[in-house]
């Protein structure tokens, strides 16, 4: 009864949640590892209240548990997005490879697993544009808040690129032969402002298992939403030519 999307910031993850939430039984919960975020659903928040010290001599597998156990009390089934940066911090250290240890719990806990992918060059830009505005998903076109262009650091997002694709990667290695993981590309998931069709005959098969009401017509993204994550930042970066021939040469074969 678990809908996880793992991915990077800026990868339109509550776009895809806004799918989950239309019309469902299916909560869209956003980022439920988050430790900044003040919500039921916050682990920083289940752990104070748990303890560390009581928790940290459980198996980590058990702690997850009751974690989700503890949000199933307010909501079930759920739809939650887990950031690559964040996959650490479920593990408590239990585990010395990040991610390792989550992908298998949720394997085992029988978890639809979506990889939601998006350009490794637009998520880099929107994170540094929201860094720089503060505004999520659009240039700020009016004169008061006009801001000059400026040079992206190409070493900085030839690591990024690096470590997204290294992450993803690990992904589909450690989802390899699991029949519920699927991939969605973002740029065809705005544009369709719907879920695949693969996916949502898998979610209907699966809503059927557990006897949820869902109407598959209203598992679509609102119009509104898919247009505001069109962008073109090229008034505020000056490079971004430079930026994508890098993206190009990191994905030759």
Request: aromatic share 12%.
């Amino acid at each position: 009864m678990i809908i996880v999307t793992v991915s990077t910031q800026r990868s339109g993850t509550k776009l895809l949640g806004t799918c989950f939430g239309s019309g469902t039984q299916i909560k869209p919960l956003g980022e439920i590892f988050n430790p900044d975020r003040i919500a039921l659903g916050c682990y920083s928040q289940f752990l104070k209240a748990e303890g560390y010290r009581t928790l940290q001599e459980l198996p980590a597998d058990i702690v997850l548990d009751r974690y989700f156990a503890h949000i199933f009390h307010t909501w079930r089934p759920i739809h939650f997005d887990l950031m690559f940066n964040q996959l650490e911090i479920p593990c408590l250290s239990w585990n010395p490879f990040p991610g390792f240890f989550m992908y298998g719990y949720l394997r085992s806990r029988g978890a639809l697993v979506i990889s939601l992918e998006r350009d490794v060059v637009d998520t880099y830009v929107s994170g540094k544009f929201l860094e720089r505005t503060g505004v999520a998903h659009g240039y700020v076109a009016d004169p008061q808040h006009a801001i000059e262009p400026l040079v992206l650091d190409a070493n900085d997002f030839t690591n990024y690129a690096r470590t997204v694709r290294w992450h993803q990667d690990q992904l589909h290695l450690a989802m390899a032969n699991y029949p519920n993981f699927h991939i969605i590309n973002y740029t065809d998931l705005a544009a369709s402002a719907k879920l695949p069709d693969n996916l949502l005959s898998f979610i209907m098969d699966w809503a059927s298992k557990y006897q949820l009401n869902i109407d598959r017509k209203y598992i679509q993204i609102h119009p509104s939403l898919a247009r505001k994550t069109a962008v073109n930042y090229a008034d505020a970066f000056s490079n971004i030519g430079e930026i994508r021939d890098i993206a190009k040469i990191q994905s030759a074969p």
